[in-house]
């Protein structure tokens, strides 16, 4: 079965800091979709970001950016220039293609200090 | 849009009692799921559901029924509660075609304890 591993499980910086969050994954198919979802304190989960295996071109938004490499089997997600809002717990999950069961990492929980 | 919604918000349980954690969705989502998010952990998936009619065991499914009548609702049973699923329970749903899974929408959350 699949797997996700986010090897940090918590990061504290402060404010305007760099910050990237690891994430690895394990999957023997070919096709499979990788996210990224945030769970602030009040614990709703929202989504960031979707990437299919096919689609290895790094994205950017705003602060958030993605580094997704099929080579190294991670997706990294980095926030630039943090801020306190950005505190939460951010979620890496990945679904196969030939299974719907999605798989979730533990999570990283960031902590922005002003 | 509701989204997704998800009833009851909290409930306490004894143990041996029964329950039904309801979901419902508003977005013609096809595929649906059920999570439990133990504290300090991340989610882990009960059940699933790719569309009415159909239904498929996840990574925890012990303890756990579901049923998918309808495309829009996707009720979770507990049948004997044990302290073990003392947890909080996400509903999410997405859209899925050939060749395209898209990001899930979740529902507020269930905070069920077992006493």
């Known amino acids: 079965a699949q797997k996700v591993t986010q090897a940090q499980t918590e990061i504290s910086v402060v404010e305007k800091e760099d910050v990237t969050l690891d994430c690895v994954y394990e999957t023997r198919d070919t096709t499979y979709y990788l996210f990224w979802y945030k769970q602030p304190p009040s614990g709703e989960l929202v989504f960031l970001i979707r990437?299919?295996?096919?689609?290895?071109q790094n994205e950017i938004s705003g602060r958030y950016s993605w580094n997704f490499q099929k080579s190294t089997s991670s997706f990294n997600f980095t926030i630039t220039a943090s801020q306190v809002v950005d505190s939460a717990v951010y979620f890496c999950?990945?679904?196969?293609?030939?299974?719907?069961?999605?798989?979730f990492g533990a999570g990283t929980r960031l902590t922005v200090k002003p | 849009n509701a989204g997704v919604t998800q009833t009851p918000k909290f409930r306490i349980l004894k143990i041996g009692q029964s329950m039904t954690l309801q979901c419902t969705q508003d977005m013609n989502h096809n595929y649906m799921y059920w999570y439990r998010q133990d504290p300090g952990m991340g989610l882990k998936l009960i059940y699933y559901s790719v569309g009415a009619g159909i239904t498929d065991k996840g990574e925890v499914p012990n303890g756990y029924n579901v049923s998918r009548s309808t495309t829009e609702d996707f009720p979770l049973r507990l049948e004997l509660a044990a302290p073990s699923q003392t947890s909080v329970y996400f509903c999410?749903?997405?859209?899925?075609?050939?060749?395209?899974?898209?990001?899930?929408?979740f529902g507020p959350g269930t905070r069920l304890t077992v006493l």
């Open positions: 999950a990945l679904s196969e293609d030939n299974n719907n069961d999605m798989r």
């Open positions: 999410a749903s997405s859209y899925s075609l050939a060749g395209r899974l898209d990001e899930q929408f």
């Open positions: 990437r299919n295996s096919f689609d290895e």
